[in-house]
Nanobody
């Protein structure tokens, strides 16, 4: 019903930047929150950043001041600009969206398949 496709991951040196994108498509009536989680090997998945349709943002303490989330509601796309990257930012980054599917009665969460970010010299 709803698909999320991420792009923009890759290998970058410490101190570098990357921009992740995630486009949602399918039977979408509206999207409330869009955001990003990440999971490093041997660790639990953690929320990196989220952005509501009303403009409210949330960031993990570890990325505040370095990462910025934004979205283009017309394109159902969310972005994550990552600056001053550190080796500890290395993880698989997942996009998610809280979506009201056409003809559904409530919002549901949908996930992308993930994009790898590796920060290494």
């Amino acid at each position: 019903q709803v698909q999320l496709v991420e792009s923009g991951g890759g290998l970058v040196q410490p101190g570098g930047s990357l921009r992740l994108s995630c486009a949602a498509s399918g039977s979408i009536s509206s999207i409330d929150v869009m955001g990003w989680y990440r999971q490093a090997p041997g660790k639990q998945r953690e929320l990196v950043a989220s952005l509501s349709n009303g403009g409210s943002t949330h960031y993990a303490n570890s990325v505040k001041g370095r990462f910025a989330i934004s979205r283009d509601n017309a394109k159902n796309t969310v972005y994550l600009q990552m600056n001053s990257l550190k080796p500890e930012d290395t993880a698989l980054y997942y996009c998610y969206a809280h979506v009201l599917v056409v003809a559904d009665k409530g919002y549901r969460d949908f996930w992308g398949s993930g994009t790898q970010v590796t920060v290494s010299s």
